[in-house]
């Protein structure tokens, strides 16, 4: 079926189909009749021609560091939002945390006829900056800050600041804090996070004490082991902080077995058993992104919600301002952040 004929059965132009397609001005009465007659037909616009018309293929490619992660999740959410309601689809392209593969995934991208990119960044390394100053096609960043490209970032410096002061109120007489972070070559979650916690634990008169600290990848196994190996060191442990909720899963489960917390009415699901550590234990335990499913399991611990899906909205209404508008102003967008106690 074509253009043509759509305008036939709807009674209008061509040209008024075509400016409908493309998101140009019809008024509301042909709007509907139009609308009608394409979802009584299930009319699908060739992409070639779309493509050979507009100079656009309407595809988005977004790299992302895991699939299976609640902040992932809402950000691609807030991003495919926005996509599909301006007749975008997206390539989605998941690295495991490897810093080389999103560099090969962003240079597949640009070499496929993507209109733009958007990285939720990890590690910038010097190959990221490369790529980014050189990319033949406009590229936004989102949960990491670059001079760059346009970037869309969260305010992990003041949400560590804030939970640094969160965590000194928590700790007991005669306890220390304990944090448990990331690698710092991720400057936000590694960096800015760890930093601000620190700050935030000196204002209240607090320090994070040499061999408190750990360091984890993003599972609650890496979690587990880090909170497990601080533990059966440091016997005075007040507050366990994490860099992730994910990480702070692990951090329970870890106070769980080293505790060997049991008690014959309590029956044996996870959820139950870490509800009865948080109630239960001398040890607290905190995290960062408000993740729904560590709620609904433990009741709630001391986090920081984080605008992820806002992110991405964000994200991708500034690569498709560049794309179709060509819109040269640099735009570097931090989000803030709610503490949830």
Same mark, same amino acid.
């Given at each position: ?11 209008? *132009?061509?040209?008024? !189909? ?22 009584? &037909?299930?009319?699908?616009?060739? @992409? ?9 293929? %309407? #595809? =988005?490619? !977004? ?9 992932? *999740? ?12 301006? $007749? ?33 960044? &990890?590690?910038?390394? +010097? ?12 590229? !936004? ?9 346009? %970037? ?9 600041? @804030?939970?640094?002061?969160?965590? /000194?109120?928590? =700790? ?8 448990? +972070? ?7 979650? $590694?960096? /800015? ?6 700050? $935030? #634990?000196?204002? /209240?008169? /607090?320090?994070? @004490? ?11 196994? *890496? ?18 902080? %994490? ?24 029956? +044996?699901? *996870? ?24 709620? @609904?399991?433990? +009741? ?25 508008? $060509? ?11 709610? #503490?949830?106690?």
């Amino acid at each position: 079926m074509t253009i043509k004929e759509i305008a036939q059965m709807a009674g209008v *132009s061509s040209a008024a !189909v075509s400016r409908y397609l493309n998101g140009g001005y019809v008024s509301d009465e042909k709007k509907e009749q139009i609308k009608k007659v394409i979802d009584a &037909t299930g009319y699908q616009p060739s @992409a070639q021609a779309r493509m050979l018309r507009t100079k656009r293929a %309407c #595809l =988005v490619g !977004v790299v992302v560091p895991k699939i299976n992660s609640e902040s992932i *999740s809402r950000v691609t959410a807030g991003i495919e939002q926005v996509l599909s309601s301006r $007749g975008y689809q997206m390539l989605l392209a998941s690295t495991d945390n490897d810093p080389h593969k999103e560099i090969s995934y962003l240079k597949l991208f640009e070499s496929y006829p993507v209109d733009g990119i958007i990285l939720t960044g &990890t590690v910038i390394t +010097g190959e990221h900056r490369k790529f980014l100053k050189e990319s033949k096609v406009p590229v !936004v960043v989102v949960g990491q800050y670059t001079k760059y490209a346009n %970037c869309i970032y969260h305010d992990d410096y003041g949400a560590g600041k @804030a939970m640094g002061k969160v965590a /000194a109120a928590l =700790v007991k007489e005669d306890g220390h804090v304990a944090y448990i +972070g990331v690698t710092r070559d991720d400057k936000a979650v $590694g960096v /800015a996070r760890e930093d601000g916690f620190r700050a $935030g #634990l000196k204002s /209240a008169g /607090a320090e994070l @004490a040499e061999g408190y600290v750990r360091k984890s990848e993003f599972t609650m196994d *890496s979690g587990y082991r880090a909170a497990l190996d601080l533990l059966e060191k440091e016997r005075d442990v007040s507050v366990i902080s %994490c860099a992730t909720d994910t990480i702070a899963a692990g951090a329970i489960e870890a106070i769980l077995a080293y505790r060997k917390a049991q008690i014959p009415s309590v029956s +044996g699901n *996870s959820g139950t058993r870490m509800q009865y550590i948080l109630e239960n234990s001398d040890i607290r335990v905190t995290g960062f992104g408000d993740n729904q499913f560590l709620k @609904a399991v433990t +009741g709630g611990i001391p986090t920081v919600h984080f605008g992820y899906k806002t992110s991405g909205i964000r994200g991708a209404e500034l690569l498709l301002d560049v794309i179709e508008r $060509g819109e040269q102003i640099p735009i570097e967008m931090k989000l803030g952040f709610q #503490l949830v106690e």
